[in-house]
């Protein structure tokens, strides 16, 4: 969610919607830490996001640029739509005279020189200024002029203490050029943050942050995910399920059809999760915009994410079955969210759903589908934990969910799915074809379902004006494998008819 609010004086908020909250209120004041990460991966613009919400607080500000003129820093903050008011900025770039071959120092190195050159400015700024927040852009450069890694350790030691003493609280930006020297950095920073980018075969680039350390203070661990955007970073903090357990009452959710609420055995239980698995075609959107309408009727509201189908597409097909989806869409009680597959993490898709249940109150949740889940985030090796995690913590919130998930093929025994996610649900909706009279038709039966009883029947799925669930097929043997037997008695003709 949200940048985590604090009042707490001794810790400073870093500005970053999310950080905060994975940091338990922000970074303990007058500190030294450590940014390390790829070329890219975002570590000047939260710099930068820390030092705007100092000024915003009133505090004094000071980014010291060895590697960035003053014009890019303020055409990098012109992007987001920031400005730099009440940030002084110390840019320090190499002279003309250091750059021509005529520049020559007989008794100590020339890059000995240079450091205590550039130390000695960023020291006499800090003392003219005295920054409650500095920034230090970046020690990749330090490192370079330094040449000797003993040299730069004392000479990082050096000006850790300096600002400990002038009260001030330091981010060192250090990219991997040197990862061996950063490794000998992190034992002296109080905190470390790490921040990685990865390409992906297709679709936007994928980010991911850290805390590797912090001294003295629980955070939270493991990778997030974060996005950069018009108006800075937003990191998504890992869904933990087990920090939102609440008490969930366990009656029954109904569709608005007796006898598919008959065939789950009084209804789906509230806060469970449900996953209907069929062939493409065999009604699965469908029987979600039932779910939806019934719960906008009862005076409850939904949130659908789309992967597959579009918008208009929906409610057209809604519509030719009587459900006026869309205008319990406009009326506020059914939310609908076209997911582009090649612009998410997973991270990022839990945010979503936690902002749709925690700021808009939605009681269930339709993914439709798990295909279109699974294929944008198609090199995740952990998908499945993602997905198991956001369960339960929609399970904990008393929100009822609908999974919907394609099977390849469309009849028979050999009719696969891309991913086992059976087992993640608490209830399990087949939907098959079969082939009965010369007719294809459609049938629905209940697997699992953990919270109670169900019917063991399998029904008739049909589809005219509004849709409707028949009697059990009592007359036909085999209809799951798609070709069943008629076991029946046909009925009687009357002579010459």
Known sequence: MSSLETDDPELAETGVAGLDDILRGGLVRNRLYLIGGDPGAGKTTIALQFLIQGARLGQRCLFVALSETEEELHATAASHGWSLEGIDILSISPTEANLTLDSRYTMYHPSEVELAETTK??????????????????????RLLAENPLRYRRQVLAMKQFFAHQQCTVLFITDRTGEKADLELQSIAHGVIAVERQSSDYGVMRRRLQIVKQRGRAFRGGYHDLTIHRGGVQVFPRLVAAEHRTAVPRDHVLSGLQSLDALLGGGISRGTSTLMLGAAGTGKSTLASQYAVAAA????????????????????????????????????????????????????????????????????????????????????RFLTLHLHELLAYLGQKGVTTLMLMAQHGLFGATMKVPVDASYLADTVLLLRYFEALGEVRQAISVIKKRTGRHERTIRE?????????????????????????FVGQLPRQEPGK
């Open 121 to 142: 400015s960023v020291l006499a700024e800090a003392e003219r200024i005295k920054p409650d927040r500095l920034v230090f852009d970046s020690l990749s450069e330090l």
């Open 297 to 380: 009727e009862r005076g409850e509201r939904s949130t659908l994410f789309l992967f597959d189908e579009s918008l208009s597409t929906f409610f057209e097909r809604s519509a030719a079955l009587g459900l006026d989806v869309e205008r319990y869409g406009d009326e506020g009680w059914i939310q609908f969210r076209q997911v582009d597959p090649a612009e998410l993490t997973p991270g990022e898709f839990a945010h979503i759903v936690r902002l749709a249940v925690e700021k808009d109150d939605s009681r269930f949740i339709v993914i439709d589908s798990l295909n279109g889940y699974l294929n944008a985030m198609p090199q995740e």
């Open 461 to 485: 799925l049909r589809f005219g004006e509004r849709l409707t669930i028949g009697e059990p097929l009592r007359e036909f043997h085999g209809v799951l494998n798609g070709t069943p037997d």
